[in-house]
Antibody, heavy 124, light 108 residues
Framework: QITLEESGPALVKSTQTLTLTCSFSGFSFTYSGVGVGWFRQPPGKALEWLALVYWDHDKRYRPSLKNRVSITKDTSKNEVVLTLTSMDQVDTATYYC????????????????WGQGTLVTVSS | IVLTQSPGTLSLSPGERATLSCRASQTVTNSYLAWYQQKRGQAPRLLLYGASSRAAGIPDRFSGRGSGTDFTLTISRLEPEDFAVYYCQLYGGLHPYTFGQGTKVDVK
């Protein structure tokens, strides 16, 4: 059974750096065709993808955040870490990590299982 | 690519059929489109991928179709647990992981 759990600060100040950890079980980065990524959802708004790291170390970032966001994985710990610099009040959101698997039909990776999310509030 | 979902809100009764639309501003090749369900206070749940393939454990009352720019999610008979917000999402191509703004299905 695959599970993912996000952890990190609930409150950060403007200009600070946010660091979130996704701890997972039930799969490993030693498996080909898997990835772990991050999404966020501001209160009352739609979902937004942030970053993705693949089993083969490749990474993808949301273009509009590319200068602020970073994703790393620790295969031995089964963890993925998201870093978002220069936090602003508009970054207030629930942050989700998700397991990605390659769609056999298209080869592209789809997020099939999500953690419960963690609310991060940015104060001025 | 921009995904536009309609309607914004769909008010129906249990047992009724729900039809949700997702329109892409450009042609989506290879049908790399997914649908998610999100209940209040919960994480999204993958329903469909590849426009029409059901994810593991998803009941067959959920179905999807479409290609090119127009995609549809149909819930054949609404169950009480189906009242939620539904998002379409692209997961491939040049603009991966773009979401629509969501359609809320609520009780009439």
């Amino acid at each position: 059974q695959i599970t993912l759990e996000e952890s990190g600060p609930a409150l950060v100040k403007s200009t600070q750096t946010l660091t979130l950890t996704c701890s997972f079980s039930g799969f490993s980065f030693t498996y080909s065709g898997v990835g772990v990524g991050w999404f966020r959802q501001p209160p009352g708004k739609a979902l937004e993808w942030l970053a993705l790291v693949y089993w083969d170390h490749d990474k993808r970032y949301r273009p509009s955040l590319k200068n602020r966001v970073s994703i790393t994985k620790d295969t031995s710990k089964n963890e993925v870490v998201l870093t978002l610099t220069s936090m602003d009040q508009v970054d207030t959101a629930t942050y989700y990590c998700a397991h990605f698997v390659a769609d056999p039909l298209t080869g592209y990776y789809v997020a099939d299982l999500w953690g419960q999310g963690t609310l991060v509030t940015v104060s001025s | 690519i921009v995904l536009t979902q309609s309607p914004g809100t769909l008010s129906l009764s249990p047992g009724e059929r729900a039809t949700l639309s997702c329109r892409a501003s450009q042609t989506v090749t290879n049908s790399y489109l997914a649908w998610y369900q999100q209940k209040r206070g919960q994480a999204p749940r993958l329903l469909l991928y590849g426009a029409s393939s059901r994810a593991a454990g998803i009941p067959d009352r959920f179905s999807g179709r479409g290609s090119g720019t127009d995609f549809t999610l149909t819930i054949s008979r609404l169950e009480p647990e189906d009242f939620a917000v539904y998002y379409c999402q692209l997961y491939g191509g040049l603009h991966p992981y773009t979401f629509g703004q969501g359609t809320k299905v609520d009780v009439k």
